[in-house]
Nanobody, 125 residues
Framework: VQLQASGGGLVQAGGSLRLSCAASGRTYSSNVMAWFRQAPGKEREFVASINRNGGTTYYADSVKGRFTISRDNAKNTLYLEMSSLKPEDTAVYYC???????????????????WGQGTQVTVSS
């Protein structure tokens, strides 16, 4: 699976952005997907995950209620809707996919075999 993230940018605190992750290669709908982020000087951290049919999602406590992960398997695209953005949300956001045979989501970055290149989100105060 090849992943291409897009949609990042500069936004004021309280604003919204929608990130997209276009997948190509082997069947995208077979992969559990997730978003991670990495702020300068910090470890890459889990943001949200979604199972293969989109029916089960998990969120980091820091984004719960503000971010929504979704997927469109017909379009091979993963989304992250972000609202009520805060300066501490500033980071490079990465989409990731687990191996094809794996059905369980994970919060650990080592569990994901495929990664997009990242898209920068900057939230100004």
């Amino acid at each position: 699976v090849q992943l291409q993230a897009s949609g990042g940018g500069l936004v004021q605190a309280g604003g919204s952005l929608r990130l997209s992750c276009a997948a190509s290669g082997r069947t995208y709908s077979s992969n559990v997907m997730a978003w991670f982020r990495q702020a300068p000087g910090k470890e890459r951290e889990f943001v949200a995950s979604i199972n293969r049919n989109g029916g089960t999602t998990y969120y980091a406590d820091s984004v719960k209620g503000r971010f929504t992960i979704s997927r469109d398997n017909a379009k091979n695209t993963l989304y992250l809707e972000m609202s009520s953005l805060k300066p501490e949300d500033t980071a490079v956001y990465y989409c990731a996919a687990r191996g094809r045979a794996i059905t369980v989501a994970s919060m650990h970055r080592s569990a994901y075999a495929y990664w997009g290149q990242g898209t920068q989100v900057t939230v100004s105060s």
